[in-house]
């Protein structure tokens, strides 16, 4: 496991254990007596039960806000922001392309050869930059002249194999995962322009379309994908005419993909405790993201581009260590904060599942149709899901609890580095040259 894949895992363990963190301190100071441990715990289980009744009606409402957001925006808690990506990438994609994701304190630059059906991604670099901390603070023009500056310099060393064809311009995916009311294609493009670098951004996503892009590119049969890590979030192809909100021309491919933003997500149905609402309180970002938050645990939304994470993590840190210093005094009271653990995370499996059950029900593939087979794939990532054993075992059986026979046409499939690789596919797929290449 790598040493980002091993951070990843260790933050989302950190803000999963952190709700124990919570519970455990409040039962000390209420009790005083760790003889009741396990009656706290039977309590707690109880309070965060998710029995299939109660997931059934989760996906149900899921369904119905998903409706409501298509049809006009601000008409539901999820967004279901029109993404623009009408264009999946299909495996004939030929040629090189860029690929910019910028997160946090740093950021990613990629290249990748594609090689069509044969050859499929045939090569790939890529270079990390963090981004100065004054640079963070600072105007957006200043960022975006940094981050073109170091685009050129690794455009500077491309081989021979990444080369255009005379008269092309390099195409870029950009992953851009945080809410602005910026024209950020326009500033970057701006900037691009002020170093002297001919690159046209051919498309803007975030990790989750990336990763629909990514799973989509390996799998014609994809149709979602979801993020679980210290966020969540989910995406999915969707028809265009069934966007009632959607007013332009309707694309030639006839689908849209549609970003829901699924972390805002808020029903009566879900199972919330006093626990979820000390920690919702104690949040950056109090009344929100609350389908978030109980998957994910106490894991914060980024709510601006300059966010830093440090802050965060420091909370997240400190819990941890409360759970630590608590640990020391026994096994057994280690024991409890496992199982508090387990049922806190355990939660979240299936209430993902019930989220993706949802979605299948509004796309009308959430039960068998006579004579008709039909896969449908959802391709996910994230530390929770990628490295939390526990967590993906009781997502996917819980999925199948849910739909009975109907599940051996659903698939759930690993698909990784939406952010990067995800992005150069749709800069392939949304590319000027599309036209000229498959006439």
């Known amino acids: 496991m790598g040493k980002v894949a091993v951070c990843?895992?260790?933050?989302?363990?950190?803000?999963?254990?952190?709700?124990a963190a919570l519970v455990v301190r409040h039962r000390m100071r209420s009790s005083g007596r760790w003889a009741k441990a396990m009656a706290i715990l039977e309590e707690l289980k109880d309070k965060c039960g998710t029995p299939t009744g109660k997931l059934r009606q989760v996906a149900d409402a899921m369904a119905v806000e998903m409706h409501a957001g298509l049809a006009s925006e601000g008409g539901s808690k999820l967004k279901m922001i029109i993404s623009y990506v009408d264009n999946l990438p299909t495996g004939d994609e030929r040629g090189s392309f860029y690929a910019l994701d910028l997160g946090g304190t740093n950021f990613r630059v990629l290249r990748v050869l594609l090689g069509g059906k044969e050859k499929r991604v045939a090569k790939q670099e890529f270079e990390e930059v963090s981004i100065p901390p004054d640079l963070m603070i600072g105007?957006?023009?200043?960022l975006f002249d940094f981050i073109a500056d170091a685009l050129?310099?690794?455009?500077?060393?491309?081989?021979?194999?990444?080369?255009?064809?005379?008269?092309r311009q390099r195409e870029l995916g950009f992953t851009?995962?945080?809410?602005?009311?910026?024209?950020?294609?326009?500033?970057?493009t701006k900037s691009l322009e002020r170093v002297g670098l001919d690159m046209r951004v051919a498309a803007l996503v975030n990790d989750t379309i990336g990763t629909l892009a990514g799973g989509r590119y390996d799998n014609p049969d994809v149709i979602a994908a979801v993020i679980l890590g210290t966020g969540t979030n989910a995406a999915y192809v969707e028809r265009a005419h069934a966007i009632p909100k959607w007013h332009g021309l309707l694309p030639k491919s006839g689908e849209m993909v549609i970003n829901m933003e699924?972390?805002?997500f808020r029903s009566s149905h879900l199972p919330?405790?006093?626990?979820?609402?000390?920690?919702?309180?104690?949040?950056?970002?109090?009344?929100?993201?609350?389908?978030?938050?109980?998957?994910?645990?106490m894991t914060p939304h980024m709510s601006a581009m300059h966010h830093d994470t440090s802050s965060d993590l420091k909370v997240v840190g400190s819990k941890l260590k409360d759970i630590l210093e608590i640990s020391n005094t026994s096994l057994k009271t280690r024991k409890v904060i496992v199982e508090l653990c387990e049922i806190i995370s355990i939660r979240g499996a299936r209430l993902a599942a019930a989220g993706i059950l949802g979605v299948l029900k509004k796309l009308g593939r959430d039960t068998v149709k006579e004579g008709e087979k039909q896969s449908s794939v959802i391709a996910l990532d994230g530390g929770l899901y990628e490295h939390y054993t526990k967590f993906s075992n009781a997502l996917e059986s819980t999925l199948k609890e849910l739909l009975g026979e109907a599940s051996d046409s659903i698939v759930l499939t690993h698909s990784n580095d939406g952010s990067g690789v995800g992005a150069a596919l749709l800069a392939a797929s949304h590319s000027q040259y599309l036209e000229v290449e498959y006439s």
């Open 8 to 19: 990843t895992a260790a933050v989302c363990a950190a803000a999963v254990c952190a709700a």
């Open 139 to 142: 105007t957006s023009e200043a």
């Open 152 to 167: 050129k310099k690794f455009v500077d060393t491309e081989g021979e194999d990444y080369h255009l064809s005379p008269g």
């Open 176 to 188: 851009f995962s945080f809410p602005v009311g910026e024209d950020i294609v326009g500033e970057l």
């Open 262 to 264: 699924w972390g805002n």
């Open 272 to 297: 919330l405790t006093e626990y979820d609402l000390a920690m919702d309180v104690d949040s950056l970002n109090p009344g929100e993201q609350i389908y978030e938050k109980i998957i994910s645990g």
